[in-house]
């Protein structure tokens, strides 16, 4: 079954530094979304992303925050300069349909530590 | 706001016994609900999901849930746990924005299976 791979599994870095988390959606897949889950709280939404452009974001999704389809395979979340709030995981999921109807499918994650 | 609320973040279970996981929501509308199972190191996978029609629904690895307009609840069960069963278990809502739908999510709630 087709899967959401996202990259690296671990990332860890130093406040201040930039970021980029990569994730290839599911191949036929038309909506992209990034969440993310700080450890011990909820799974959060970030931004939704269709024909190439944000559909929704969240008041987390700042201007540091930025996404991107570069080649019309991998989906990337970059942030530009990191807090230690940003330390959580970081989830990409996609869908072949809208949100409603559609269910997400995950990929496994990306474990993010600021130090 | 259409939202989720999970009661009891940890459950623990004998193996062969029920698992019985609790999830009210809040809607103004029609909800579609969802449960999601996310394993130790792993992504959110879908265990189910509701959206019209059949108010008791089945999902993978012998979960069902049904959904009960007049106590405002999605409760997920399986008669039997078995120990592959430990995981945490995320009930969602899929809320509409301005542009698209997002899931929102309960805390989660942790599932042990004792010997």
């Known amino acids: 079954e087709p899967e959401v791979t996202q990259t690296p599994s671990h990332q860890v870095t130093q406040m201040g530094q930039e970021v980029i988390l990569r994730c290839v959606p599911i191949?036929?897949?038309?909506?992209f979304y990034w969440y993310r889950q700080i450890l011990g709280q909820k799974v959060e939404f970030l931004v939704s992303f269709y024909n190439n452009e944000i559909s929704e974001k969240s008041e987390i999704f700042d201007d540091q925050f930025s996404v991107e389809r570069p080649d019309g395979s991998n989906f990337t979340l970059k942030i530009r300069s990191t807090k230690l709030e940003d330390s959580a995981m970081y989830f990409c999921?996609?869908?072949?349909?809208?949100?409603?109807?559609?269910?997400?499918?995950f990929g496994n994650g990306t474990r993010l530590t600021v130090t | 706001a259409q939202s989720v609320t999970q009661l009891g973040s940890h459950v623990s279970v004998s193996e062969g016994a029920l698992v019985l996981l609790r999830c009210n929501y809040s809607s103004s509308v029609p909800p579609y609900l969802f449960w999601y199972v996310q394993y130790p190191n792993q992504g959110l996978q879908l265990l189910l999901k509701?959206?019209?029609?059949?108010?008791l629904v089945k999902g993978i690895n012998g979960f069902e849930a049904e959904f009960k307009k007049s106590e405002t609840s999605f409760h997920l069960t399986k008669p039997s746990a078995h120990m592959s069963d430990a995981a945490e278990y995320f009930c969602a809502v899929s809320v509409r924005t301005s542009n698209d739908y997002k899931l929102s999510f309960g805390a989660g709630t942790t599932v042990t299976v004792r010997a």
């Open positions: 191949s036929n897949h038309l909506y």
């Open positions: 999921a996609s869908s072949p349909g809208q949100g409603k109807h559609s269910p997400l499918h």
């Open positions: 509701y959206t019209t029609g059949a108010t």
